[in-house]
C-alpha cells in the first residue's frame, strides 16, 4: 500500500503485531481508521467496534489483523465468543453487524490482505453462521470457566467494575459447598481451565462485553 508521502506501507509487519505493545498500537491506528471511513460512509458503528475481533483474531487465532478467512470468523464467532464473550441476546445481531462492517472497512480501503478470501465470501459467511452464533452463545456447556463465574455473579446482581461487589461475591461463592460450586463450574473447576474445540485453553477471566458507548478492552 502506497501513504500519501509516496512511501510503501509494510502492511505484513504493521499489521501482525508480536507483542502486547505492538498489538494496543496497530489496534488503535485501524480503529482510528475505521471510525473515519465509517464516518465518511455514513455508517453509525461505534468508534470501538473492532476490539473484540481484533483481540481474539490477535491472541487466539494466528495474529494478523488485516487477514480474514472463513474459518477465522468461525472459529472467532462459534467457538471464542461463546467461550468467553457474556453479551444480551438482542445484541447479538449487532456483534455480526459489527464484524461486516469492519470487513467492508477493511476492503474497501485496500487493507484487507491479499491473502484473505473477500470481503463478499467472507460477509456472506456470516450471514449463513449467525443461526449458529446464536445457538452456540446460548448453549452453556461451550462457556469457559471464567463465563461460568461472571455468569453466576451477574445473575446476583455483581457488576464487574465494582470489586468491592466482586470480592463480596467470591467470598460467598468460596463458601459455598463444593458440589453446589461444581454444579457451576462445572470441568472448569477440576481442571482450573477448559480446552475449547481448537485445543486451546481458555483462560479464567472472561468480563461481560459492555454494551454499545461503554466498551472497554478486553484482555486475555
Known sequence: MVEQDGTVENT????????????????????????????????????DVPEGLLHYKWAYVDGHLTRWTRRDLSEIYLE??????????????????EARAFLTFLSATGLLEEESESAEVLIDHLDQIAGRFRANMADQ??????????TEAAAEGVRPDDPGAVEAFMARFNARPRAERDAILGE??????????TGRFTPPGTPPRPGSGKRRKRRR
Open 12 to 47: 505484513a509487519s504493521r499489521w501482525e503485531p508480536e507483542d502486547d505493545d505492538e498489538y494496543e498500537s496497530a489496534s488503535a491506528e485501524l480503529k482510528e481508521r475505521f471510525a473515519t471511513w465509517a464516518a465518511n460512509a455514513g455508517v453509525a458503528i461505534d468508534h
Open 80 to 97: 471464542l465468543y461463546p467461550a468467553k464473550v457474556m453479551a444480551d441476546p438482542d445484541e447479538l445481531d449487532e456483534v455480526l453487524a
Open 141 to 150: 456447556s461451550r462457556y469457559s470457566f471464567g463465563k461460568r463465574l461472571w
Open 188 to 197: 472448569g473447576l477440576k481442571t482450573g481451565n477448559r480446552r475449547a474445540q
